[in-house]
RNA sequence: GUGAGAUUAGCUCAGUUGGUUAGAGUACUGGUUUGUGGUACCGGUGGUCGCGGGUUCGAGUCCCGUAUCUCACCCCA
């Protein structure tokens, strides 16, 4: 038998309605900001994602599809949707051409990964992503929107905030603290050690007790913020404030993508295990200039689709649709007819084999049917059909033309 | 890439110290005098016990390998 790889699923029934259910959610909700659809390519070239992901990310260091396609291009399967979306938005020159562009996104991401609960290699994301916009108005924009989709799906969250500062104020935080771990580097576990070198922010959510304790010591991001950051922020607390927003401050949080500056944010449940993040976006305004653009300031966030999957309340499901039966082999062609002409309006689905009534509502609630029609001896003789509204329990016989 | 646990019917799981023909529930399907569904009763289909080796007179059961899944680490949505 051949089977799906490893970390690759289908999606069917009844997975595939709280999906559904969920796009619906987040795109009336994205639409409702301002916010249209945009659709870009699955495949891209390599460098895309080395140069605005970073190399020093593990996404781009050991997790991507990569390859060599037949024109000799080296190229990989979208590790997530941001680069893609800033690479439309340059190559359509709308950087060039100013205003604000706000869009969504979603499909499917590709990962290398060892899969585990809430980690597959292809999983989906939805995203949003607004270009020309450098008010932190937009920034808390993200975030209740954010919010608003999952508290229409009856998901609960912990929003965690944080401010990763901007050119000005981070080279100089990031030095001082490769300063403390120099100091410390004994005390730290290998992967800090690691980290100092590669990407030195990361070892400030490393999962080590030793190495926290260690951190509370560190100097900290937000204390080290210059004068704008440090406005920006404070104005979002008091937006998100103000809008009944609930956040708590994590000095700690570091998104795991280079290209994130100043607002930094991460939406958690502690539902679903050790992946716990459900949603993670920020601000990144520099990327669009990394990608050879015009210097245009950016925010986006991505959902995590699969996460939040067994999380959705889904609405009550009501019958709906009918069931068409014959209890006569005569009857046949009659019922058919009957369904092709029900199909123009309504949900309609045919039995093609002659039963007893029984059987025909039993067939009609099992597929959740509103009614059930069918046609027997008695119906067949005066040209009528017998009908049942399978949740009123109520029933009549009309004739066939005015059904 | 590292570590741990699992894999028996479509699904959820039993299966004794290794011993005849591998079970249950559920689902599916048919029937309970061809006119009343979700709840009853009876029957039926359905298994190369993940796959490949080994030990043994004999393996679903013990050993080795492998694949996949799950959980965690790394990392991230």
């Known amino acids: 038998m051949i089977q799906s790889l ?3 699923n289908d999606i069917l029934s009844p997975d595939n309605e709280r999906f559904e259910y969920f796009l619906k959610v987040a795109t009336t909700i994205a639409t409702n900001y301002g916010f249209s659809y945009i659709e870009t390519p ?7 994602f080395k140069r605005s992901v970073g190399e020093s990310s ?5 997790e991507m599809y990569q390859f060599i396609d037949k024109g000799e291009n080296d190229v990989c399967l979208r590790p997530e949707g941001t680069a893609g979306v800033v690479r439309a938005f340059i190559q359509k020159k709308l950087d ?66 944080n401010s990763l500062g901007d050119q000005n104020c981070m080279p100089e935080y ?17 992967d800090c050690k690691r980290r100092k070198i590669t990407n030195p922010i990361r070892v400030l959510d490393c999962k080590n007790r030793e190495c926290q304790t260690i951190y509370k010591e560190a100097p900290k991001l937000l204390e080290n913020l210059c004068e704008s950051c440090e406005s920006d922020f404070t104005k979002l607390k008091t937006i998100l404030d103000e809008n009944n927003i609930s956040y708590e401050i994590d000095t700690h949080l570091v998104r795991g993508l280079d ?33 050879d653009g015009k210097a245009t300031p950016a925010v986006g966030f991505a959902i995590g689709i699969e996460r939040l999957l067994e999380l959705i309340k889904m609405p009550e499901s009501s019958r709906e649709g009918w069931y068409f039966g014959a ?10 007819k009957a369904t092709a002409q029900k199909r123009k309006s309504e949900k309609a689905v045919v039995e093609y084999k002659p039963k007893n009534l029984k059987n025909h509502l039993k067939g009609a609630d099992k597929l959740n049917a509103l009614y059930c029609a069918v ?29």
């Not at 119906?379 to 009549?396: A, C, S």
């Open 6 to 8: 490893r970390g690759m």
């Open 42 to 48: 699955l495949l891209e070239e390599t460098a895309l």
């Open 58 to 62: 593990d996404i781009v260091g050991k």
């Open 96 to 161: 060039k051409a100013g205003g604000i562009h706000r869009w969504f996104y979603h499909g499917p991401m590709f990962r290398y990964e060892r899969p585990q609960k809430g980690r597959l290699r292809e999983f989906h994301q939805f995203g949003i992503e607004s270009f020309g916009v450098d008010n932190v108005y937009e920034d808390a924009s993200m975030i209740m929107m954010v919010a608003d989709i999952l508290t229409k799906l009856g998901i609960g969250y912990k929003l965690e905030l």
């Open 174 to 190: 990031r030095d001082s603290l490769v300063n403390f771990l120099n100091k410390r580097e004994d005390a730290i576990c290998e």
């Open 259 to 291: 290209y994130y500056s100043k607002t930094a944010f991460e939406f958690v449940s502690d539902e679903i295990g050790s992946q716990s993040a459900i949603a993670g976006g920020g601000r990144y305004d520099r990327l669009i200039e990394f990608l």
């Open 327 to 336: 209890m006569d082999e005569n009857a046949i062609t009659t019922i058919l």
């Open 375 to 403: 046609i027997g001896e008695n119906e067949l003789n005066d040209g009528t059909i017998w009908i049942k509204n399978l949740e009123e329990k109520t029933e009549r016989t009309v004739k066939l033309e005015e059904l």
